[in-house]
């Protein structure tokens, strides 16, 4: 993707309200979360930023909400949201 419309597309999201986090605020967490329950540290940054920030994540991903389901409250299967 060339830079400008990289730039714009980053503008777009922006401007939805999303929010960038570092993700060194919840790195160790990430890391330790994705050893205990076997899983990627891509998709435990995702679960450690939903923990730490005390919300409920929602998620497209079958294998993981299946995994994870019974094991961390604050997972929720998409086709759930309300």
């Keep these: 993707m060339p ?3 990289a730039l714009g597309a980053i503008n777009d999201i922006l401007s939805m309200g999303v929010r960038l986090v570092d993700f060194s605020d919840t790195a160790e967490l990430a890391f330790s979360l994705a050893q205990k329950y076997n899983r ?3 998709d435990c940054a995702y ?3 939903a923990q730490k920030e005390g919300c409920t994540m929602f998620t497209a991903d079958k294998r993981l909400f299946n995994a994870l389901n019974n094991k961390v409250r604050f997972i929720k299967w998409i ?3 309300q």
């Design 47 to 49: 679960l450690s930023l």
């Design 3 to 5: 830079e400008k419309e």
């Design 40 to 42: 990627s540290a891509y």
């Design 79 to 81: 086709g759930d949201y």
